[in-house]
C-alpha cells in the first residue's frame, strides 16, 4: 500500500537520498524557503511525485474495465498533486533551476547514480528469480545509462558539442493485479511512500519534467528532448514493470481504499508542517501547508463519495 507517511524534519534529507543536497540556483526567481520549513517542502515534494504516478496507475486499471469515471477522478486528483502541490514546493525548496541547465543535469546525473545503486540494492532483497528482481535490475541498467547520457550531455554544454539523442521508451502496459504479489517488508522497499522503487521512479520522472521544461525554455531543444525521454522512460518502463511486479494496481474498490488512506497521511502530513512551519514562524510556508491539505481533504471526500460512503 502506498501511504504518505510523515517523517521528522531531522530525517528528511537522509530520505529523499541525492536530490536532497541540491542547493537553490542563483538564478532562480524564488528564493528558498528557511531550512525546516525546505526540508519540508522537500520530503512533500516527493510524496506528491508519487502520488501522481500512483493515481495515473489507478486511472489506468479503472480505463481498462470500462470506468472512465473512476479513471477522471484518479487523473484530476494527480494532477492536483503534481501541478499545484508538487510545482509549488520544488519552487519554494529552491531544489532546480529555471534556467540554468548544467546545474539541472549534474542534479541529474547525481540522482540517476543514487537510483541505479538503490535498484540495484533491492534487487538484492528480492526473492530469486523472482520478476521483481529482473525488473529492478533492469531499472538499474536503465539509471546507469541515464547518467552516463546525462553525463555526455553535460560535457556537451560546457563545450558546445552535440547533446546525445534520447534513449527508445518502450510503453509497459500497467496491469491489474487481483491482490498484491508480494507482502511485507519487501513490498513496501518496492511500493512505500519515502525510498522505495515506485517513489524513485516518481522522482526521477518529476525531475526530469522539469529539467525538459527548463531546456525547451532556454532554447536546448536537443536537451530537452532527453530528459523527456527519460522522464517516459521512469514513468512507462521503470514505474509500470515495478508496479506490475509488485502487484500494486489492484481493483477499483482496493484502490479506492488505498487512496482514501493515501490521502489521510497526506492530511496529517500537511497539518503537521503547518505547524512546525507556525511556531517557527514561517506563515507563508504554513499557509502553504494548510491550503494544500485542505485539498487533501477534498480529494478523500471525492474518493469516499465514490465508494458510496461520506
Known amino acids: 500500500m502506498h501511504i504518505r507517511h510523515v517523517v521528522p524534519a531531522i530525517a528528511v534529507l537522509a530520505v529523499i537520498g541525492a536530490a536532497a543536497p541540491a542547493t537553490p540556483a542563483a538564478s532562480s526567481p524564488t528564493p528558498a524557503a528557511p531550512s525546516d520549513s525546505r526540508q519540508f517542502m522537500i520530503h512533500a515534494a516527493e510524496t506528491e511525485s508519487a502520488a501522481f504516478l500512483q493515481y495515473a496507475g489507478y486511472a489506468d486499471g479503472a480505463l481498462r474495465s470500462g470506468r472512465r469515471d473512476l479513471a477522471d ?3 484530476t486528483v494527480g494532477q492536483v498533486e503534481h501541478q499545484d502541490h508538487w510545482m509549488h514546493e520544488v519552487t519554494q ?3 532546480y533551476s529555471a534556467t540554468d541547465n548544467a546545474a539541472n543535469v549534474r542534479t541529474a546525473i547525481e540522482q540517476a547514480g543514487h537510483a541505479a545503486k538503490a535498484y540495484a540494492r533491492w534487487a538484492t532483497q528480492a526473492p530469486e528469480n523472482s520478476a521483481a528482481a ?4 533492469a531499472a538499474a541498467a536503465r539509471e546507469t545509462a541515464a547518467a552516463h ?7 556537451a554544454l560546457r563545450s558546445g558539442g552535440k547533446i546525445p539523442d534520447p534513449p527508445s521508451v518502450r510503453t509497459v502496459p500497467v496491469q491489474v493485479s487481483n491482490a498484491p504479489l508480494h507482502t511485507g517488508s519487501f513490498y513496501n522497499v518496492l511500493t512505500g511512500d519515502s525510498n522505495s522503487a515506485l517513489s524513485t521512479a516518481a522522482r526521477n520522472w518529476a525531475e526530469y519534467q522539469s529539467h525538459a521544461q527548463t531546456a525547451v525554455n532556454t532554447g536546448q531543444a536537443r536537451l530537452a528532448a532527453l530528459f523527456s525521454a527519460l522522464a517516459a522512460q521512469e514513468r512507462y518502463q521503470n514505474w509500470a514493470g515495478l508496479s506490475n511486479a509488485a502487484g500494486y494496481v489492484n481493483s477499483e474498490a482496493t484502490n479506492l481504499k488505498t487512496s482514501i488512506a493515501s490521502e489521510q497521511e497526506a492530511i496529517n502530513m500537511y497539518t503537521r508542517y503547518a505547524d512546525e512551519a507556525q511556531k517557527a514562524g514561517d506563515t507563508t510556508a504554513a499557509d502553504f501547508f494548510r491550503e494544500a491539505g485542505g485539498d487533501e481533504v477534498g480529494h478523500q471526500r471525492s474518493f469516499r463519495q465514490l465508494t458510496g460512503s461520506s
Open 149 to 155: 547520457l546525462l553525463t555526455q550531455a553535460l560535457t
Open 93 to 95: 525548496a529552491g531544489l
Open 134 to 137: 529482473a525488473e529492478l535490475r
Open 73 to 75: 477522478v484518479w487523473q
